[in-house]
């Protein structure tokens, strides 16, 4: 009963449009009538700020900063101009630049919509230049931005991890692969799409030293995700301070660069600050939640629900995959990963799923619904940086969200893709 009423509770508050953090507050609220009103005052604060009083949570704050210093310090232009060079002389090479370069930003900021604004406002101009239409390049835009909360590092895998106790190191292994095949899926997408529009293809190649000197300008950006990566698998450092050493690694090379001013870090700074707020709320409160469901043994009910499939990993997780799927569609997606994740992941061990997998599985579902109507925030952005009617792009984005919809069901069948890169390195 007290589960049906907060869900009710949560969904008609969302349809109402009421805005998300007081919709959370309202939907604890119920929770405790059915708990005990009179524990609100002490357990509401004491789980609220419980839930934020984790090290590893400082990491995204400190990531989202990064992002926003490489943006300030031009090295976003730096990696398009590596972009162009590497698949520009492509049947639809614009269209291929847009992917790649999303495989290069998701390196440094581990964000969705920052990559959607960011490669949005350079490159569905030029794409709509080139002959595309404007839907198809603000799908591919949304779509592609997928790339950026899998491939490490990412903000999604850091709550999950705060969440579950799943190693962060671990997880960001086991993004790489799934983050490639979504870039191989998109680019396969805009190959097909170029030939049957009849783009033509460009017989020349780049000269080796243009190659040469975008490669040299945009190593510092090109660099960072390795450190990111080897600092915490190697154990050198946690993934808070790998994070650290990543706005200070940014902040150094923009000011050697000479393209970091000081109005320029005090605006990413001010934009950090204001995500990171964001976040943070949806954290704690969501922490409320999560705890009103574990003392109503919500996750024990669920996980009897579905005790007969248990034998069959595949069957669980497309069960899990469908309501995070549905969940993420009409839900903040911070919010759905927080409280989804105490719930499945003991049904996802009671199975034998590998909760790295589990993770990246349920890390690539929030992520997709960024791109689903009816409130993906990707699909605003992209059609705000395009200038397309959004009801356009709720029509059109249907076939990149089953593109990604097919790559999380190769995942699913074959979770090795996942797990062979941790286990190989781990």
Known sequence: MMVAAMFATLLANTLLGIPLFLTLIVTALVGFVFVDPGMIARMMPQQFFGGLNSFSLMAIPLFILAGNLMNACGMTERLMRVARLLVGHLRGGIGH?????????????????????????????????????????????????????IIPPSIFMILYS??????????????????????LAFMTMNAVHAKRAGFER?????????????????????????????GIVLGFVTPTESAALTVL???VCGLLMGELRLTAFWRAA???????????????????ISWELAYAQAPDRFTSLLEPFIDSPVIVLLLLSAITFVTGMFM????????????????????????????????????????????????????????????????????????????LLLLIVFPGLITWLPNTLG
């Open 97 to 149: 630049v847009n992917v790649v370069g999303s495989v290069f930003m998701s390196g440094v900021n581990g964000s969705a919509a920052a990559d959607a604004s960011a490669l949005g406002a350079l490159l569905v101009p030029a794409m709509r230049r080139d002959g595309y239409s404007t839907a198809f390049a603000a799908g591919l835009t949304a779509g592609s931005s997928l790339i950026g909360p």
């Open 162 to 183: 705060a969440q579950t106790n799943t190693s962060v190191g671990q997880l960001f292994l086991g993004g790489v692969v799934p983050g490639l095949l979504l870039a």
């Open 202 to 230: 460009r017989t020349s190649l780049p000269a080796r030293h243009e190659v040469i000197d975008a490669a040299r300008g945009a190593l510092p950006a090109l660099a960072a995700p390795f450190i990111i990566v080897a």
């Open 249 to 251: 690694y940014v902040a």
């Open 270 to 288: 001010i934009e950090t600050t204001r995500l990171t707020a964001a976040i943070f709320l949806i954290i704690g409160i969501s922490s409320v």
């Open 332 to 407: 903040e997606e911070v919010s759905a990963l927080m409280l989804l994740s105490p719930v499945f992941t003991p049904v996802a061990l009671a199975a034998g799923i590998d909760p790295v997998a589990l993770g990246i599985i349920i890390t690539l579902n929030i992520t997709i619904a960024l791109i689903t109507p009816p409130m993906g925030a990707c699909l605003f952005i992209a059609a705000a940086v395009s200038r397309l009617d959004i009801t356009v792009l709720f029509r059109t984005i249907w076939p990149f969200i089953l593109v990604a919809v097919g790559v």
